[in-house]
């Protein structure tokens, strides 16, 4: 007998932006802008920031934090320029299983706005205001890295 999968613990977060919806979404797939928000942190150093933006390609960033690296990686799943960016997004080389990420962005009269959509596993759920609060400083990032 197979017990039911529980369904995935979902984080959201969207902001408007002032900057087009084809700058929000670009940024996301230039090594350099998005090595500037993109997993950074005020006490880390970004050292490595790579993307390979096809659908199949991957993506890895690297930052040291308290002379450790932490690397983010994945792989993009769905790129629909400017409107959808689909990736997975994993920490553990070891962990065969990967959370999945979506941004949504819709285009307004002035500007566009984004939904980020983290699909986690149930296990991770108690860190769910954690990885909401992540996402933020990392769209706050972002809007820096637009001059927003």
């Known amino acids: 007998m197979s017990t039911p999968t529980q369904p995935p613990v979902t984080v959201r977060v969207t902001r408007r932006f002032a900057a087009s919806a084809e700058r929000v979404f670009d ?3 230039d090594p350099d802008k998005a090595g500037r928000f993109m997993f950074a942190t005020a006490a880390g150093q970004m050292v490595r920031a790579e993307t390979d933006p096809r659908v199949g390609g991957r993506y890895v960033f690297t930052d040291r934090r308290d002379g450790e690296d932490v690397e983010h990686f994945g792989e993009y799943l769905e790129i629909d ?5 689909v990736f997975t997004f994993s920490v553990d080389r ?3 299983e990967a959370d999945r990420v979506a941004i ?3 285009p307004l009269q002035t500007g566009c706005e984004l939904t980020l959509t983290h699909e986690m596993k149930p296990e991770w759920a108690a860190y769910a205001d954690r990885t909401e609060q992540g996402w933020t400083g990392m769209i ?3 809007a820096r890295v637009l001059g927003e």
Request: aromatic share 6%; no cysteine; charged share 30%.
């Open 81 to 85: 320029r400017p409107r959808r960016l």
């Open 27 to 29: 940024a996301f797939l």
């Open 94 to 96: 070891a962990s065969t």
């Open 140 to 142: 706050d990032g972002l």
């Open 104 to 106: 949504d962005i819709v």
